[in-house]
Every structure is written in C-alpha cells, then in structure tokens.
C-alpha cells in the first residue's frame, strides 16, 4: 500500500510539471512515461494515471494565464484569456477545477452504462463515424458568423493535419498543437500591456455539482468517438443548447478534459481500444482486467481531489509572479521555450509545420472564428481514415 500510494504521490507531483508548462501535452506526457521501464508495472500504471489527471487539472494554468493578447482581441481568444483580462484568471481556473471534479464525481456511476454501450455498439461505430465528423463540423461551422472563413481555416487545419500526420515527423501532434493553439496567443500577447489586470481573489460564479452530470455524459459519448475532442462537443452543445457564457464554457470544457481521461480507462477495459494517450501508455504496461480498472479508477479520483487542491495553490503563485513581471517578457520567453521544445522533439521539419499552423491560426483569430475549427488537422484525417480513403 505504500508503496502504491508513492507512486500515486509521485505522478501527481510529474504531473503538476508538465501541467504547469505550457505547450506539453497530456498525451505526449504519458505516452513518455511509459518508456521509464519498472519491475512495478501495477505502480508505474499508477504513475501514469495519476500523472494525466493531475495534468488535466494543472493545464488550465498555462492555458489561461499565458498568451492572452490585448483586451481589443478578446471576442477572438479563448474564454480563459478573457476572463483573465477582466481580473478573473483565478475565477476562470477554479471554474474548470469544478467542472473537472464534478464531472468526475458523476462519471463514475456512469461507468456502468457506458461500459454496456461500447460493448454492444463499439464495432457498428466505425460504419457511422464519418457522417458523426460531417455533423459536428456543419454544426460548428453554423455557429460561426463568418462561416466562410471558419470553412477556409477547417480546410487548411484538415489538409495540413493529413499531410503531417502521415508523415515521418516524431511527435506530430505536438507541432500542430503547439502551433494551432500555444505560439498564437502568445505572440499576440507581446503586443498587450506589460502587467496583466489586478486580479480578484473573490469568486463570482457558482455552479452546483449537477451541472457536471452533462459534461459527465458528454465525456462519454466522446470516449466512443475518436477524433473528436472537448472543444468540439463544447462548440456543437453551443450551437444545441444557446450560446454558453465564458464561465460555462470552461467549466464544460474542463470536465471533458478530466472525464475524457476517466471514460479511456473504461474503453480500455472494455474494448481494448485506446482513445487517450494514457490509454496507449497503459496498454503498453498492464492486462486491463475488472481489477486494474477499479484499482486505476480509485488512483484517478484520490488523484483529482488532490489535484484541484494543488492547482488552486499553484495559480495564487502564479497570480502573484505574473503580477511583478512583465507579462510581454513572459510571453516571450515562453515562446523561445516552445521553439525550442518542437525543434528539439519534432525536429525542423516540425517547428516549420508549427510556425504554419500558428499562421493559419492567427489568419482565423483575426477572422474572429474560434481556434476549435483548427482541430479539423484531427478530425479530417480520421474522416478520411473511416471511409477507407
């Protein structure tokens, strides 16, 4: 038990570090983590769960508080940012903490539908996903003023994706993500203030433990579709449901994130089928049994509590440096680190599909369409894959 609760303590804390830099991503992260070879396999699958939910709570720091640009720009950026520029960054990261923890709270009695779900339906899935990717591209697209120029950004994304994705480069993933959704905000950033706004320590919001019941059910659905994300769900539920307010769309958008990584754990099991790169990692380690599941499961909720606990600490420290230093100086220099990171990872041929990616998305900012539409680099590629193209 000690030594489990080790590994449990020493994930959370690698997790805390990747979360906090901006530009790692969760999958790339536990993909790694598998290669540290163990004579535990039990306490390394430990390791990486506990490792990618931690990250998933963590992120939203760098997400929210770097690369917001100037308050002109914020119709075009990411909620997180704008809140940020009105004073609320701490709001905007607790805000997710909760939909993280409530969704993880309902996810678990959800576990048990899903699971009959994927069984019956998983292998009649692949026959109607390409019309599910048509669906959720028109719908993202309808929501969108310009729908001309969310279509040009799809497209570019979609064919950018297919030519990259299929290619040599190591790490691909990281260089269009990186480029799509990190290096835009940040440059943008070095045309803002030196400081960002005082921040408020007082919480505004408030959201029951209910509203994590649709994220919940949402993180599940997704876990039978690969290819589309949380971003996507939160556009298309958008365009359903009425226009979500910043505040609802972070607190949806970071319960995906974490139910996302809980429903994986469930595919696994179930169909032995991977849709995180947690997932891939565990596959790698450990045999997938009713056990190991229950086992992962109790690592992932003893993880998330701590994690939003952690995050909350970590983001009052942050405020704080952010606050002293000028923000232009640590976007720039949180620019030079992700050049260097894709360089070093994915190589030159990488940094220069990041630097188009970041072109394209910076053409759709200044269209003032959302950056989700980049995601197309994923979903048009799997489209193409389902229709044996």
């Given at each position: ?23 790692i991503?969760?999958?790339?992260v ?37 690369g ?11 909620p ?25 709270l ?8 899903l ?18 990717i ?11 003023k ?12 979609g ?11 190591k ?15 940040l ?10 706004p005082?921040?408020?320590?007082k ?23 690969p ?40 595919m ?18 450990v ?43 640590v976007?720039?220099i ?9 360089a ?32 197309a680099?994923?979903?048009?590629p ?7 193209l």
């Open positions: 038990m000690i030594e489990e609760a080790s590994w449990l303590f020493g994930g959370i804390i690698a997790g805390a570090i990747s979360g906090i830099m901006p530009g991503h969760a999958n790339t536990a993909v790694v983590a598998a290669y540290f070879q163990s004579g535990n396999s039990t306490g390394l699958a430990i390791f990486i769960v506990a490792m990618g939910i931690t990250h998933s709570f963590v992120d939203a720091i760098p997400s929210i508080f770097l917001a640009p100037t308050e002109e720009e914020s119709l075009a950026i990411l997180g940012h704008e809140l940020l520029l009105k004073g609320k960054g701490l709001e905007a990261v607790q805000i997710t903490i909760a939909g993280g923890l409530a969704t993880t309902f996810a678990i009695p959800l576990l048990l539908p699971f009959s779900l994927a069984s019956k339906y998983s292998g009649f899935l692949p026959a109607i996903l390409p019309a599910i048509a669906l959720t591209v028109i719908l993202m697209v309808a929501g969108e310009d729908k001309a120029a969310a279509m040009a950004l799809g497209i570019i994304s064919i950018l994706g297919v030519m990259v994705l299929g290619s040599s480069i790490e691909p993933v990281l260089s269009l993500v990186s480029g799509f959704f990190a290096l835009p905000g440059i943008l950033a070095l045309r803002g203030k030196n400081k960002i005082q921040q408020q320590q919480i505004e919001g408030e959201f029951s433990v209910s509203s994590g019941f649709p994220s919940a059910v949402t993180s599940g659905v997704l876990a039978l579709l290819a589309i994300g949380p971003s996507q769900a939160a556009t298309i539920v958008n365009t359903i449901a009425g226009k979500l307010s910043r505040e609802q769309y972070l607190f949806f958008s970071g319960g995906i994130n974490t139910g996302n990584l809980l429903f994986g754990l469930l696994l099991f179930s169909t032995g089928k991977t849709r995180t790169g947690m997932a891939v990692a565990l596959q790698n380690i045999e997938m049994d009713l056990g190991m599941l229950l086992l992962l499961l109790g690592a992932a909720l003893a993880s998330a509590g701590i994690a939003a606990l952690l995050t909350i600490f970590l983001a009052k420290k942050c405020i704080k440096l952010l606050q002293i230093i000028d923000y232009r100086i976007s720039a949180t620019i030079i680190f992700l050049l260097g990171l894709v070093f990872v994915c190589g030159p041929i990488g940094l220069l599909v990041m630097l188009i990616a970041c072109s394209g998305a910076l053409a759709g900012i200044f269209s003032k369409v959302k950056r989700s539409h980049c995601m680099f994923l979903l048009l799997t489209f193409l894959f389902y229709l044996g």
